[in-house]
């Protein structure tokens, strides 16, 4: 498995800027699952998404998440999006925010996406025990 693959200084960077957004269990379960095959996508993406854009300077990570969550929506990927919720409330946005960035998802990818948005957001605050209440 992972553990016999060599990690840069660079992977080790963004691992520990991936393990604070999107939580230690997740990133590790993804580590631990990589085969041959795959490995080589979990190190482009801690590398290169985690380290050199997650660590610039220029946006912190609130911003990066409030980002993601746009693109993500916009590209149709419920799975990513799930864990973007997740890592947004990480980097301090409160579901109120979340809601003001859903509707503006719907008016500018289509009421669709803000409605697999709100569903998406309402399983991540089920599965983290904040029911619907803000």
């Given amino acids: 498995m992972t553990s016999a693959k060599p990690r840069s200084e660079k992977f080790e960077r963004g691992l520990k800027t ?47 998440s409030i980002l993601n ?4 929506a916009a590209l149709n990927r419920p799975h990513e999006l799930k864990l973007h919720i997740r890592g947004a409330l990480n980097n301090g946005l409160s579901k109120d925010e979340l809601k003001e960035i859903f509707l503006q998802i719907g008016v500018y990818c289509g009421v669709p996406a803000a409605l697999d ?10 599965e983290i025990g904040q029911g619907d209440a803000t």
């Fill in 18 to 64: 991936r393990r604070a957004v999107l939580g230690a269990d997740y990133v590790d379960r993804s580590l631990e699952q990589a085969d041959d095959f795959n490995w080589s996508m979990q190190q482009l993406t801690t590398e290169w998404c985690w380290d050199e854009i997650w660590n610039r300077p220029g946006l912190d990570r609130r911003s990066r």
């Fill in 69 to 72: 969550l746009g693109m993500i």
């Fill in 117 to 126: 948005c709100f569903r998406i957001a309402k399983e991540v605050f089920k």
